[in-house]
């Protein structure tokens, strides 16, 4: 049941947000910025992870890259 | 819809600014430098005559081998197109969307049966359905990296090509030096900023008038200018005159459409598309101009 | 001929945004006026080839973990839409770090095997802190350290040094198609990662709706020194069980989609299986008296050897301006009973005209997983699981971190982070039996880190 429900609302999600999308190709400049990247800084995004990784008994969510560490 | 065939003469103030000159797209051009660098100068128009030569090449409707050619000859047939070419049909269709259909680059086929020679020989109803099913961007089908058009269709960047050029031109130059510079290719032109004394370039709008040479001046210093105009191309029948500007919609000319408009706008691609939108709203261009708020003049 | 409505007057603005389209697109930049360096476009795109290098500081209070860690990267975008890019990351750790025991009124000491060898018998000290003894039964050299009283008991002279690489080679199939190959490999003195994964990606609507799909396969070595211990067996002795291993297999699902002109949206769910061995081969569980709490033996901890996990998030960038309000949120359940829920805002709050600065704040709440326990006492029967480590424990944690970024020219980016990272106990405050109130039993960390980078594209 637990694992119902994320799908459930990740599916829907999906769903609205891809019949919802009304954006031009030309009006794609702005999330073109560097600002609006999703990795603005790759090493940022590292850092975060690994200590969170170490830290807490949490993963996952943005992406599969691998690499674990003894940091168990 | 075919662009202006008059050249906006561009006068100069004190010193003159060096000029190179050549001939491309069908038309007279010419690259003027505020600067006493006759080498620069050289070394730089021999640029922007290599780059007008390069879009000439690939898409220029009359050269055989031209990108473009090979596609009108591809006879319903998906045919590859690189990075810019598609770049450009986007940019295409874009416009069509944008003008619901009045900026078609699909359209060119209308020249087989209307001759603007100053005759009276007016195409018939028959011969204009005819076309008409040859005509239409929404038949086109633009792939990923590929375009496809029906058998009998032709695509031509009449409407875009030397405006293009003059973009490109432009910003590969003023990339290069800080000189100031102005280029025009046949009365399509842009500068990359005031002169070196901070004022404005003057160019001179030629008259539609029989017994005026100008119209009138205009001071610009910064971005570009075109000019869409009716003097000389025209038909006349039973006192009606039929401009050269045709509605792809209709395949018919677009009636009351003013003689000239001239456009500012920050590039020659957006000052010629819009001329052109404001040429085709026939008695409505003073208008959309005033919608648009754009920097314009109208002469009828 | 008439102008539809929902045009009227906006035609030229909208041929602008066109028209700067199609220069970018054909490679050449309009050379108007940009307000800030990080509103220009990305240039993470074909004809760009980006070294980038860091050296990050960590450190907790209280003595506990500091580490050292530079990295450095190579990435080409081939003019193809292909791209190969590399990453070397070192770090070393030093410090001390709680092991599961409880701490308690009176000095404690721990037991553990060693393969230190000296010259002289006992008394000596070890390598890494506490006293080297010999075994009267054994003749085995055994480490005691001491823990003070009142104290989380730490392991010390705990230090470790390790090296990891990733390689990641992106093929552009088709313009809107791409499939990305990763290997990646991490090595420290006892303990090997490696893993290898691949995913595609596809756009769609112009390229405003991006889906991608990827899987992973991960292998681990666990290589304690001194051999693995068996679970629950008492803290001392030698072990001769040797390399442990693991082996996870994860998947993920994303959807990233361009709502407005100005705000993005990134849904994404990943799924994990580990199978194999996921003890802490270092950590014990304290066995107390029943009455007074005393300590009467430590073992070391058993987990199970399955573990789910899946993971939903969802993540928004909003620009305004030049200001860019970013937001995420993500829910974690896993099969050993922790969910926890994270929640990220920050906000890209352009400096002048060449840097930017990014405050952020991160809220993290967990529960504690199934077996997790402060102790076990010495009268019940050992249950099937149980461990103490800190990283089970129920806990709420607040980042407080400040990013910022300075473009010095068209190639060169300087950047910067810190933060502070505090986890607090969540729930019931653990309790030794017996009148020891006063004792803190959460073992949870505070910490600073900072980093400092350069990128250089050319």
Known sequence: ?72 | ?300 | MQLSNRNKGRIGATLCLVTANLFSTTGLVQAQEVQNAFDEPATNGPGNIIMDGAVMYYRENNSRIQAIEPMASYTDYADNGDIFSIKLTADSLSGASPFGATPWIAPQNFLSPTSVTISGDDGSTGASGGVVVTDPVTQMKILQTTAKANELPLNPGFQDTRGAANLSYTKALASRTRVTFNLNGSIERDYQSYSGGASIAQDFNNKTTTISVGVNYQHDLSKRLYGTPTPFAVMTGVFTDGTKSENIVSATAGITQVITRNWLVQLNYSYERATGYQNNPYKVISVLDPVTGAPQRYLYEARPDKRTRNAVYIGSKLAVGSFVTNLSARYYHDSWGINSITANASEHIPIGTRGYIEPGVRYYHQSSADFFNYFLLSNAALPQFASADNRLDKFNAITASIKGGYMLNDQIELYAMADYYSQTKAGTKGLLPGNNGSLNLFAGVKAISVMTGVKYRF
């Open chain 1, 1 to 72: 049941m637990k694992k119902i429900i994320p799908f459930c609302c990740l599916a829907g999600l999906t769903i609205l947000l891809t019949a919802c999308s009304t954006v031009a190709p030309w009006e794609r400049d702005v999330t073109a910025r560097k600002s609006m990247q999703l990795t603005k800084n790759a090493n940022f995004a590292a850092i975060n992870d690994h200590i969170y990784y170490s830290k807490e008994g949490s993963t996952g969510g943005r992406s599969t890259d691998g690499g674990g560490c003894g940091c168990n």
């Open chain 2, 1 to 300: 819809m075919v662009g202006s065939d008059r050249l906006s003469e561009v006068m100069t103030t004190i010193a003159k600014p060096l000029k190179y000159q050549f001939k491309a797209m069908n038309s007279p051009c010419e690259v003027q430098f505020d600067c006493n660098d006759a080498a620069l100068a050289g070394e730089l128009g021999r640029l922007a005559e290599a780059e007008a030569a390069r879009i000439e090449t690939k898409y220029s409707r009359y050269k055989e081998d031209s990108l473009l050619s090979r596609v009108n000859r591809s006879n319903g047939r998906p045919v590859p197109v690189d990075t810019e070419m598609m770049a450009l049909l986007t940019y295409a269709d874009n416009c069509y969307r944008l003008s619901e259909g009045l900026f078609d680059i699909t359209s060119g086929v209308l020249r087989r049966i209307w001759r603007f020679d100053g005759s009276n020989k007016v195409p018939e109803d028959h011969e204009i359905a005819a076309l008409l099913p040859l005509i239409g961007w929404d038949r086109v089908v633009l792939g990923p990296d590929n375009i496809t058009l029906a058998p009998g269709m032709e695509i031509d960047f009449g409407g875009l090509g030397k405006e293009y050029a003059v973009d490109r031109v432009l910003m590969m130059l003023a990339a290069k030096t800080d000189v100031r510079i102005l280029v025009n290719f046949g009365g399509d032109l842009r500068v990359s900023g005031p002169r070196n004394d901070g004022s404005p370039w003057r160019i001179s709008i030629e008259s539609v008038e029989e017994n005026r040479k100008t119209e009138g001046m205009i001071a610009i210093s910064s971005g570009a200018l075109t000019t869409s105009g009716d003097a000389r191309r025209f038909l006349l029948r039973d006192g009606v005159r039929y401009g050269h500007i045709l509605n792809p919609l209709t395949g018919r000319p677009v009636m009351g459409a003013p003689r000239s408009v001239t456009i500012a706008a920050p590039t020659c691609l957006e000052a010629g598309i819009m001329s052109t939108l404001a040429m085709a709203k026939g008695r409505d261009a003073e208008e959309f101009l005033r919608d648009e708020k754009l920097a314009a003049w109208v002469l009828r």
